[in-house]
DNA sequence: CATGAATGAGAATTCATTCAT
DNA sequence: GATGAATGAATTCTCATTCAT
């Protein structure tokens, strides 16, 4: 391994430890000592990849959350556009909370602890709808909406998904877990489908 | 003051000084020598009342969720009910958010801090709504759902409403808010009232 | 011991100790560790008396300083006003030197890392000696200056005592702190003595 | 450039990043990733030049001092020999640190930081006024002293100087600094012009 | 020689909790 | 019951130095 390779191997061991050990114990008890030991280096070598703590915090969701926004898209890109594929998204959204254990914490606590991610993270969301909608009206495929109208209804979008995967976080068992997937995908359905439709 | 109503002054003035101190800076910052120091007593007086610093976290939320539940459904029940109660709910808590800033901290940050508290205050609040829907099922007011598909529901509405008070709490401008605050209930209308109905 | 006895005697406790660290390894290597563990307390209890640790440097000189000031100052006044007694001071001070070997670190690294202790005990002293000349003044014992004037004089004269004070420091062995005491006392006397004079 | 030049141009990025490093902040803080960055050479660079962090300090004095004491005795020596070369000195030292606001801390933090080289420094002025002096004397321009007795003038002398500029460094601003040396030089010329002549 | 990533000992500081008064 | 000084484990972060490339 060249030198450059071997720093992109410490980086990514970094990333990793931390995204584990946030996943294991949140990001309020992930100290660097923790993480430096799960990556196997110096408690040092952390300051030669991160300005300090919540650098590394504040780099996790962009890392964990480009690689779920890449493996929702690709799922919905089979879908056919529209009403069908915002709820074949939302499913495969479950779908990866349910895969990824660990990923709720990251994602959801990250507000707290690494708020500038957290914003970006909305943002670039918020800013992926906003396209889809606005193409969406362009092929009067939905109803009109102003922008203010369409921030407010892509919140409400990303909550209901965001309490859908509370609701599976929190459930008992695996099997629990996709039963709420299931019903939840229904219920998401009667929600966005009904209401955005041309009147 | 008698010897018992000192000590439940002594009891609300810590949960006042750790309402304000999360308020204000999270539960994170939320030590037990600022709380202590606010609420006018020695560091040690706050163990004659709470086990441990978890302990006035879990407090907190019933303290301060109670009040927020209790404003909410006082405004709800001047509503005819209905979808159009629940409207006027949604439209009661955005402004309970609004009028008081440091709520939103209290109860969106209680999941990590105040895991027990807050999956109380949840179990609350989607049993108030279990409530109320299946009233709105048995006179007919809305479609049948059951109990899996009225939870999902609920998750989905609380997410609803768990965001658009994001949306605020993040805003640049009180009159910022406010519009948000208006547009989210037309949408939060829009979602919620088409897809309950009888089909 | 009272509770209040005891504070100020823990308090006392780390500030001998301070002096001693200091005087034994320097300021810089004065860790905290090694304050609290000579003064027989835990590290965190040097926090209940200074805010960091330049706190505590900062409290050092005063401390010592002015137990210094005070020891020259009751010797000097054994001696009739004038120059006779400046001399008694200069040799009063070289002495101080000499009995408390750690005295010199305490005072001359402060200009370094307890800045604004060095500037308060340099200012204090300017002070002594602007009024000792100005009463010298008055009463026509020594010729006129103006306040400029006074002010480099007494720079200068502190910078005699100070490097007299150097000399003996690192002077190889007690025998010569003494031989050197006496000859800088006379050659003060010769600087001294003939400058002032009224001519 | 030759290898041999490239080697001495290293050096002297060294030296003079460690000058303007302890110039602008001190010895204390200036690591030696500072100093190594500045020069523009990687961190272990540094290591091939210099022992250790502490083998730099101890050079830097040597390096800038030098050019110091040269610039002074240049400017002394179109002074008549005696007193009139010796106040002539003392104001170009003065002029020097005006002129040289980072050598204040390189010279008189080297005690504490360097103190080989400062020994070396203060054997080397010393020893450049015994000479002086002992030619003085010899052509009775000056009255006798005794070794011991040169030492100690001379240390005190040094004394006045460093406490002059002292005096200087801490001056407000510039034109204060201008007033503060010429009335030192005058102050010192009445310490000094006296003291020394013949009796 | 130059490089710069890795090291790891050690520094300052915080804070929940205890307990003698 | 109230007090607040004491505790000490834990945390973040620094930096001189090394050494494989």
Redesign the pocket.
Known sequence: M??EE??R??LDSLLNAGCAVVAAEGYS??????IADLA??????????F????ALFNALLPYEGLRMREKIEQIARTAPPGVQREIVRFEAFLNYVIENEGFYRILYEAEIFAPEAHREHMDNIVNGYLGTFRRAMAENRIRRFDDQQLHCLIYQILGMRAYAAMQIHYAADQSEKLRIRDCSVEMYGLFFGQSLLQT
């Open positions: 060249s030198r071997k720093a191997a410490t008890d992930a100290s660097v000592a923790k196997g280096v110096a408690h040092g070598t952390f300051y030669n990849y300005e300090d703590r919540k």
